[in-house]
């Protein structure tokens, strides 16, 4: 895709099932169409520099930081957020296990998890720990976290 200076370019994205066509700037990154064009505003930012996980969501069904994804990267894909992502058992897990405090970094632990668990459908605590590692969570201590995925995988038993 070639854009003049000063151009927009269009995309079509399919976000939580529905297909969006905006016109964007070119270096404009997905976080900030999710939130700012799509009014998805689950999906946090968090550093800006895919150290945290805030931003996590699922491309064509791959967990990405959207802080590191350009909008026009995403032209033609498939992108699922927090808000529409099904994982109530997850949900459920956490709120169970009070894997959460603060809350910032609960969408993009979830949408973490959510893959995770779709890789590794029973995973070890260092499968779960591994598998979370980009995911920053200043409050929790991650134990609550490893449990409750642990308790989405079906196997509420932490194995070391």
């Not at 009070?98 to 910032?104: I, P, R, T, V």
Request: proline share 3%; aromatic share 6%; net charge neutral.
């Amino acid at each position: 895709m070639l854009v003049r200076p000063g151009e927009k370019a269009k995309v079509k994205i399919k976000v939580n099932g529905i297909w969006y066509e905006r016109e964007v700037e070119p270096r404009q990154l997905l976080v900030h169409f999710l939130r700012d064009e799509l009014g998805l505003t689950g999906t946090k930012v968090g550093c800006d520099t895919s150290t945290c996980g805030a931003c996590t969501v699922l491309l064509n069904g791959k967990s990405v930081k959207s802080c590191t994804v350009l909008t026009v990267q995403a032209d033609g894909a498939e992108v699922t957020t927090i808000e529409g992502l099904d994982a109530k058992d997850i949900k459920e897990a956490f709120k169970e296990n009070f894997a959460l405090q603060c809350g910032y970094c609960t969408p993009g632990m979830i949408v973490q998890s959510f893959y995770l668990l779709k890789e590794y459908p029973h995973p070890s605590e260092e499968e779960i720990r591994e598998g979370i590692h980009g995911n920053i969570c200043r409050c929790t201590g991650y134990q609550n976290i490893v449990k409750a995925i642990k308790q989405a995988s079906g196997d509420g038993h932490v194995h070391g």
